[in-house]
């Protein structure tokens, strides 16, 4: 079955970085648009970025774009999340998604377009 397991979150002061990581399995990667959301506490989930089948082609919310930075290795079976400048309010559970799509350029946005989430890791960010 597919899986998709998030590693990297933890603990980090604001101004910090933290490189989020998805190991995926169960699937043909290169298949699949991936994404990340997060969700923080008392909130809904929410989108944070979207990488295309070939990773050429990217889009992030506007609250973190310019600070975050998604990438995947099609040959590792893995995506990534750099996460610079760190705010409080970045602080939640970020969350690995993926979805087929049949074009390399294809993104996606709205968390209904996802079949598949991890079981998320936890960021947290002290002021």
């Known amino acids: 079955q597919v899986q998709l397991v998030e590693s990297g979150g933890g603990l980090v002061q604001a101004g910090g970085s933290l490189r989020l990581s998805c190991a995926a399995s169960g699937l043909t990667f290169s298949s699949y648009t991936m994404g990340w959301f997060r969700q923080a506490p008392g909130k809904e989930r929410e989108f944070v970025a979207t990488?295309?089948?070939?990773?050429?082609?990217?889009y992030y919310a506007d609250f973190v774009k310019g600070r975050f930075s998604i990438s995947r290795d099609n040959a590792k079976n893995t995506v990534s999340l750099i996460m610079n400048s760190l705010q409080p309010e970045d602080t939640g559970v970020y969350y690995c998604?993926?979805?087929?799509?049949?074009?390399?350029?294809?993104?996606?946005?709205?968390?209904?377009?996802?079949?598949?989430w991890g079981q998320g890791t936890q960021v947290t960010v002290s002021s």
């Open positions: 990488i295309s089948r070939n990773g050429f082609t990217t």
């Open positions: 998604t993926a979805v087929a799509r049949s074009h390399l350029l294809d993104i996606a946005v709205a968390a209904t377009d996802y079949s598949y």
